[in-house]
């Protein structure tokens, strides 16, 4: 059985740091694209970033960017989502999906994700001082 667990998520103040990350069974992740989403109170989910197979490719929305990185932990097939500078507007449940793909669009692959398979349970970030 496929299943993604996220985990990592707290509470912060502003300006603050969390480490999230989203662990695979029943698959292997580096044969994958990976993405993050995130979803706050009243909003919609939003894919907010997004890894290729080896590593190569990077996706970030241009809220997130040069804040988040994402990466993988081969031996422990795990995609991690590295949160630096955590800002009031980044509060929100933050999800990860896996899908295959035959060549690197990220924004398609955002938008497959999303429309296919479960949720996880996703794990919660907060933001206050």
């Known amino acids: 059985q496929v299943q993604l667990v996220e985990s990592g998520g707290g509470l912060v103040h502003p300006g603050g740091s969390l480490n999230l990350s989203c662990a695979a069974s029943?698959?292997?992740?580096?044969?994958?694209?990976v993405g993050w989403f995130r979803q706050a109170p009243g909003k919609e989910r939003e894919g907010i970033s997004c890894?290729?197979?080896?590593?190569?490719?990077?996706y970030y929305v241009d809220s997130v960017k040069g804040r988040f990185t994402i990466g993988r932990d081969h031996e422990k097939n795990e995609v991690f989502l590295q949160m630096t500078g955590l800002k009031p507007e980044d509060p929100a449940v933050y999800y990860c999906?896996?899908?295959?793909?035959?060549?690197?669009?990220?924004?398609?692959?955002?938008?497959?994700?999303?429309?296919?398979?479960?949720w996880g349970q996703g794990t919660q970030v907060t933001v206050s001082s």
């Open positions: 999906k896996a899908r295959y793909y035959t060549h690197f669009n990220p924004i398609q692959l955002i938008d497959a994700m999303a429309s296919s398979g479960p």
């Open positions: 029943g698959l292997t992740l580096d044969h994958y694209a």
């Open positions: 890894i290729s197979r080896g590593d190569s490719d990077t």
